[in-house]
């Protein structure tokens, strides 16, 4: 059975995308929380949850290795969507050191957990236009164009990129980087 783990599945994007995954796949989801995320974005599959209708909730933070390990060893995802992150922009000028804690070395100890359980999923990260730079007109992207180096999110997203870049982490991993805005 494929099964599939999201980390950050209370997040906005995270939970549209159990909601995509339970209605298009037939997939075991796992989702990845931590004890104090509100659960406003998933309280709709909390019923679902509870009865282990191929969604499961379980608990891990990306500033604990251990429950990282905890929460890959019951899962065992086939697919790994790693959309937990700080994701506020204005937050990363208030906090930048949680802000690179969370989102850097956040996702090298989610890949270096993934290592350590012995699994080899294919990992979705998400990026943003904080790495590429922004798009004006046109929808199809073919090359970068000047980033934005003032802000903060940049170097986390432009790092997550570099961790999760064939080689760094995996001994053969296949991840897929994908630009969200
Ligand atoms: N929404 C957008 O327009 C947009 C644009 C560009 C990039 N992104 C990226 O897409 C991803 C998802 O975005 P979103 O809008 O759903 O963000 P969100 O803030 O709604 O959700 C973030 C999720 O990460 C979780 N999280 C935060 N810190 C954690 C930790 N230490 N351990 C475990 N989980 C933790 C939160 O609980 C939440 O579930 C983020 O990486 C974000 O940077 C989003």
Redesign the pocket.
Known sequence: MTCAMI????????SHLADYLLAHTGWEIYG???WR?PQDNVRHLLRRAEKKDRLHFIY????DSFSLQKALTEAKPDYVFH??????PRTSFDAPLDTLD?NIL?TARLLEAIRACGLNPIIHV???SEVYGRVSACLLYTSPSPRDRTRPRMPSSACKKKHTTPSSHLPDPTTITQR??
């Open positions: 980390t950050g599945i209370t997040g906005m994007v995270g990845m929380c931590r995320s891990g933070d990306l500033k959309l937990a992150a700080q994701s506020y969370t956040g998400c990026s943003s969200f805005s």
